[in-house]
């Protein structure tokens, strides 16, 4: 890109940001001299000189929002006079302030917003504004300076803070149609003109990347230190890609991650863009008291696939790019970490052999597939920015020939009843209801882009990869790298009479190695993957201090009994103690809970805080000792010594860890299943609608538009991927690590990965559910008091957030395994788990599986839908173990499960009631309990009621299940 065009570029995208103010919403009929000539008009002239639209990017900036305008909302009625609208049309936002889900529909109202007075917010919002430009000495620096627009517009100006109750962010771009911000808008308008300003016939294209294969980065591990390098690794490298286009032509071009305020490109733009430093000093990664793994540049937060609008004619450039810049990344990765290697071991890096077999195992990876659809498909060659679809719709019907939609297959958006109304220009009494342009064919073109991007990844081109000497014993695919090249044909009994890298290592660095891994070039990257990301984030924090905690499943099941010797009065003994110090050489560390962290470093006695500490790093790293070694006594201390000076039953074995995905993702971005649309009406302010249906009531062309489904859009996708931001980087890590006993492995968007304690399993699976949705909790959770759900909203920590709200749904795979299960086991069960919750012979769909896989070799997999209609049944579980820890001898759970098997399928569910609650009260321990046990087996008989779906109804092993699993849940310990 020469100079001329990156200026052009810019310059028009800076002006698109200020075509329209942020505060559009709260001035609208309140300000005289109206929205265009407020704020942005003063802003131009500080930016351009003039209060006008620059005239050399005047016609991008107008093509931009006319695009962008069509492609995300519905049209009003106009004058065809004076091009007004008519009073009926109009909103005093301020007066009647209302958000609407942009999934849903549903109304979020808020306090009229009249008491800020309309001053105060045109001048703290210039103000903010003003103080995000970025000069070149005595000239705007336009690049920097729409990249801090973009970035930290949406922050909430410092004065208004108090009054708009962290509301600026939420500020739509249209009172009419509340449904999508003005931030939204802005970036989509911004994206378009870019596009144009770019492109010789100034056209946009959309353009899809996806980088995999997911499968050998992430669940091809055996410890949980490579499941957490795997999944981060595989966001690391799509940012690389994602950058390449937000360097070229702004990061606001990009639709799909929305990619403000995630933490790795914030550092880009400092780093590498040069915005201010002190501008980044309020975010969570650039605080001072983040200097561990905690820090939320070690979460995964960006998915494998992003959209984005780019110049037409760029479209194939950027592509192969990103291909090229990805796979060399990954390379000079790998040579990075083999020199560390080398260098642990005291060898150099000269003509070494390993250095040939990394390239040739890792060329051509990652897998790169991407597809671009340009907007002249849809555009007349004789009359430039009008619609013509005859191309465009020769393409989609190569995909869905006539007549095959009839067989499952959706149709595409142009034979949809959406297109049939959307298509025509709407009149009504002489007015001008409705008239499109091109920018309303988005759904259709993305629904190309979305078809051509699953024809291109179902293409594999096989290029076989050979492999003469013996294969890694962790991928089982390519060879163990070596010094020389006659070391790998050694078979594994023979190789302890030479020295090899990785025996060597294991010496050196157990922590890298074990002692019998070979590592081939895949494994090796993501065992140093922590090591050189972690010397990334020091240098950008410009500290030493930082340190990654192991994260151990040893760990995490002592974690659930470490909380309770916490809760006692109790310290070591003298002896334990000074054997547990002398152990101590500072060469272990251990990753708690940060909730567990919190409470030691609160216990009010040194002394007992002392003990805690100690018993966090060496009792795990004795399990491990033993684990490796059985029988043999680790530094003269054992385990079995420690339990004993605890005073409390067998220490937890078990844990938990959890697989959360949204259901159809697929579809709910595609926008081609209808039960995920909402109507046109359904997305407008209450007033307008009720305006519209009482005035064109008796016209059938206006009520059909009312009732179509509104279909996919810009702002649909942006308002997804910002509902998926929050809660894969705010939500997700706050339930899991702040509320319960947990640590995030991976979060991005709606896939979420965690390893939690085993009593506190159940709760997070419970949560993360209710939150994905934005729907009411439960029941008061003092854990939970920094969080408030409700009407598809969250509002953490004083911040509202959009979810993806009531109409979507998850699933969730979980296991509870011992410690001392191999990993690779228990992510193929949990796979395996989340699989049977989406299976229609399973869960069928929001609904959860949680398996758990006990010492002894038996299983226990329970599958069940999230809810029944009066209670939620993780809920009803977590009760039931509480009972049988409790109150109830755990024998009455083999006692009716004994009674179940005699039964007939068809049970009577009165029956079953009388046969629970009988059991309960011959077991029970505790008097008092025979209304809440009476309850409780009330609500198990209603789980097999024939009130409940087909797909709903328990089987009679679908409640042996639940009970034995709250049985299991219930112990004590759970040492076997």
Avoid at 22 to 41: F, P
Avoid at 470 to 475: E, M
Avoid at 892 to 915: G, S, W
Wanted: charged letters at 25%; aromatic letters at 8%; one cysteine or more.
């Amino acid at each position: 890109m020469n100079d001329s065009n990156n200026n052009l570029l810019w310059k028009t995208k800076l002006a698109a940001w200020v075509h329209d103010p942020a505060e559009k919403a709260l001035v609208l009929l309140r300000d005289k001299t109206g929205h265009e000539w407020g704020t942005v008009a003063e802003l131009r002239e500080i930016l351009f000189g003039n209060r006008m639209m620059p005239s050399d990017v005047k016609e991008f900036v107008k093509l931009g929002d006319w695009y962008a305008a069509a492609a995300d909302r519905p049209q009003f009625p106009t004058s065809e006079s004076d091009h007004r609208y008519a009073k009926w049309a109009q909103v005093d936002y301020a007066k009647n302030p209302v958000l609407k889900h942009p999934l849903t529909g549903k109304d979020y109202c808020l306090q009229p917003l009249t008491d800020i007075s309309l001053e105060d917010i045109k001048t703290n919002s210039k103000s903010h504004f003003e103080s995000l430009i970025h000069k070149r000495g005595d000239e705007v620096d336009q690049c920097r300076t729409l990249l801090a627009f973009w970035r930290f517009g949406p922050d909430t100006p410092h004065k208004l803070k108090d009054s708009m109750h962290n509301l600026w962010q939420c500020l739509p771009a249209d009172t009419r149609v509340p449904d999508h911000t003005i931030w939204s808008h802005l970036d989509t308008v911004s994206a378009f003109a870019g596009a144009m300003a770019l492109d010789q016939d100034k056209s946009p294209s959309l353009l899809t990347v996806s980088l995999g294969p997911v499968q050998e980065l992430i669940f091809e591990s055996r410890t949980t230190s490579d499941l957490w390098a795997g999944s981060h690794l595989l966001s690391h490298l799509a940012w690389q890609g994602m950058c390449i286009v937000a360097k070229s032509i702004g990061p606001d071009s990009i639709i799909f991650p929305n990619l403000r305020g995630v933490p790795i490109v914030d550092v880009w733009l400092r780093d590498t863009m040069g915005l201010r430093s002190e501008l980044f000093e309020g975010t969570d990664w650039a605080r001072t008291n983040q200097r561990s793994d905690a820090n939320p540049l070690f979460s995964a937060g960006l998915p494998n696939r992003f959209v984005a609008i780019v110049p037409a004619d760029k479209a194939q450039s950027l592509a192969e790019e990103i291909k090229l810049t990805v796979q060399q990344y990954f390379q000079k990765i790998a040579k990075e970490g083999m020199d560390k290697v080398l260098a642990e071991i005291g060898e150099k890096p000269d003509g070494q052999y390993c250095y040939s077999q990394i390239e040739q195992q890792l060329e051509g990876f990652p897998e790169v597939h991407w597809a671009a659809v340009p907007w002249r498909l849809a555009e007349s060659r004789s009359k430039p920015k009008s619609i013509d679809v005859s191309n465009l719709e020769s393409a989609l019907d190569c995909f869905v020939p006539e007549g095959e939609a009839s067989h499952g297959e959706a149709p595409h958006f142009l034979k949809s009843d959406a297109w049939k109304l959307l298509g025509n220009e709407l009149r009504v009494e002489n007015i001008k209801f409705y008239a499109p342009n091109p920018g309303v064919l988005y759904p259709a073109l993305y629904d190309l882009l979305d078809r051509l991007a699953a024809a291109g990844k179902s293409v594999h081109p096989f290029s076989q990869l050979n492999q003469k000497g013996y294969r890694s014993n962790l991928n089982g695919e390519r060879e163990w790298l070596a010094l020389e090249q006659s070391q790998i044909h050694r078979p594994p009994g023979k190789r302890s009479e030479i020295e090899t890298i990785w025996s060597r290592l294991a010496k050196q660095r157990p922590s890298w190695v074990k002692q019998d891994e070979y590592l081939d070039a895949l494994s090796m990257v993501k065992r140093l993957w922590p090591t050189i990301f972690t010397e990334r984030v020091q240098k950008t924090l410009g500290t030493e201090e930082l340190r990654r905690y192991t994260i151990s499943t040893h760990a995490l099941a002592f974690s659930v009994s470490l909380e309770q010797w916490c809760s006692q009065e109790d310290t070591l003994s003298e002896d334990v103690r000074s054997r547990l110090q002398k152990l101590d050489k500072g060469d272990f560390s251990y990753s708690l809970p940060r909730r567990l962290l919190r409470k030691i470093r609160g216990i009010d006695s040194p002394q007992k805080q002392e003990d805690a500490e100690l018993l966090r790093n060496i009792f795990p790293y004795l399990y491990e000792r033993e684990q490796e070694q059985p029988g043999v006594d680790a530094e003269n201390i054992t385990c079995r010594e420690i339990r004993k000076c605890l005073s409390l039953p067998k220490p937890e074995a078990y844990y938990g860890i959890l697989l959360f995905d949204g259901d159809k993702m697929g579809a709910w971005i595609a926008g081609n299943e209808e039960k995920f649309l909402i109507r046109f009406k359904e997305v407008w302010h209450p007033k307008i609608r009720n305006s519209v249906l009482t005035r064109f009531e008796r016209e059938p062309d206006i009520m059909n538009y009312l009732n179509e489904k509104r279909p996919s859009s810009p702002a649909r996708h942006q308002v997804i991927s910002e509902a998926l931001n929050a809660y894969s980087l705010r939500i997700a890590r706050y339930v899991v690590e702040e509320c319960f006993k947990g640590k995030l492995i991976y979060a991005g968007g709606d896939d979420i990965m965690a390893m939690v304690c085993t009593d506190d399993i159940l709760s997070v699976m419970n949560m993360l559910n209710l939150l994905y949705s934005g729907e009411s909790l439960d029941e008061p959770n003092k854990n939970l008091k920094n969080i408030k759900s409700g009407g598809g909203y969250v509002r953490i920590k004083g911040k509202l957030v959009c979810t993806m709200g009531n109409k979507a749904t998850a699933s969730c795979g979980a296991v509870v395994a011992h410690h001392q299960t191999p990993l690779s086991m228990v992510l193929r069960e949990l796979r395996a788990a989340e699989s049977l919750a989406k299976d229609d012979g399973g869960g069928g769909r929001d609904a959860f599986c949680l398996k758990i896989l006990k010492r002894s070799g038996g299983m226990i997999n329970l599958v069940s839908k999230w809810s029944c209609p009066s209670f939620r049944i993780p809920d009803l579980i977590k009760e039931m173990s509480r009972i049988f820890a409790e109150d109830i001898s755990r024998r009455a759970a083999y006692h009716i499960v004994t009674r179940l098997r005699r039964l007939p399928q068809n049970a009577d569910p009165k029956m079953l009631e009388a046969i629970m609650r009988n059991q309960f009260a011959r077991k029970v321990e505790k008097t008092g309990h025979d209304e809440e046990l009476t309850e409780i087996a009330n609500r198990l008989a209603t789980l097999m009621s024939n009130d409940l779906p087909e797909k709903e109804r328990f089987s009679l092993l679908d409640l042996e299940n639940l009970l034995m699993t709250a049985e299991f849940l219930g112990r004590q310990s759970r040492r076997n």
